[in-house]
């Protein structure tokens, strides 16, 4: 016979180091899923279980949902949206028909000069309107020709609609709910009819989730 049948010691040490490799990739894939995750949940615990000098969140702390799978139609030749798109930043996150009431006036006005207040850190939050019916919204109503405007305008479907806690109201325009990096919305502000305070109560809160999350630093939407 030409060939030579390998030595039970070398299939041994070749299986030894095949799973000594497995291991290692294990390793090496936990800690990246670790290096992701930690700074949300880091975020997460200065709001739910530590609160330097006593402080509060102005919003309303929810029960972390996952944004559902599915893939929502871009409005206005903006392009689709998944749940993906909004990982790696804060997403303010406003649903609404496409007429839009005063209190989804009041809800795009807090959410565009929440953003705004972020300065630097701006590009770390997005925004995006869930438009609740087939139609369009009015010219004026939404710019996205300056940074402050960016605004991401969606065809809502019946499962991400149904992750959004209702408010104490029962309607969702007017409503900001805010989406955490990792896609799962974590907070909601019910609509106020003082535009001032509520935006500053929505700009603090980014301010500290901002402040103790590192994802999205130094990136670009």
């Not at 303010?92 to 929440?114: G, H």
């Not at 502000?189 to 999205?216: M, N, P």
């Amino acid at each position: 016979m030409n060939g030579t049948l390998a030595s039970p010691g070398a299939e041994h040490g070749r299986s030894t180091i095949a799973a000594g490799e497995r291991r290692k990739a294990r390793r090496t894939l936990l800690l990246l899923g670790l290096v992701c995750v930690l700074p949300v949940l880091v975020s997460y615990l200065m709001f739910y279980v530590w609160q330097p000098e006593g402080r509060v969140n102005n919003g309303t702390l929810l029960d972390p949902v996952s944004l559902p799978d599915s893939r929502l139609q871009g409005i206005g030749g903006q392009p689709e949206l998944s749940r993906a798109g909004l990982q790696g930043h804060w997403t303010l996150l406003l649903a609404a028909p496409s007429i839009c009431d005063s209190a989804c006036a009041r809800a795009l006005y807090v959410s565009r000069q929440a953003r705004l207040a972020q300065a630097r850190e701006m590009d770390r939050v997005a925004r995006v309107w869930l438009l609740t019916d087939g139609g369009k919204p009015a010219e004026g109503q939404v710019s996205g020709s300056s940074p402050a405007d960016a605004l991401h305008l969606v065809r809502a479907d019946a499962s991400w609609l149904a992750v959004l806690p209702p408010p104490a109201s029962g309607s969702l325009a007017g409503t900001i709910y805010l989406v955490d990096p990792l896609g799962n919305v974590m907070m909601r502000f019910d609509d106020r009819l003082d535009v001032t305070e509520a935006a500053r109560a929505l700009t603090k809160d980014l301010q500290r989730l901002l402040k103790y999350s590192a994802l999205g630093r130094g990136e670009q939407p």
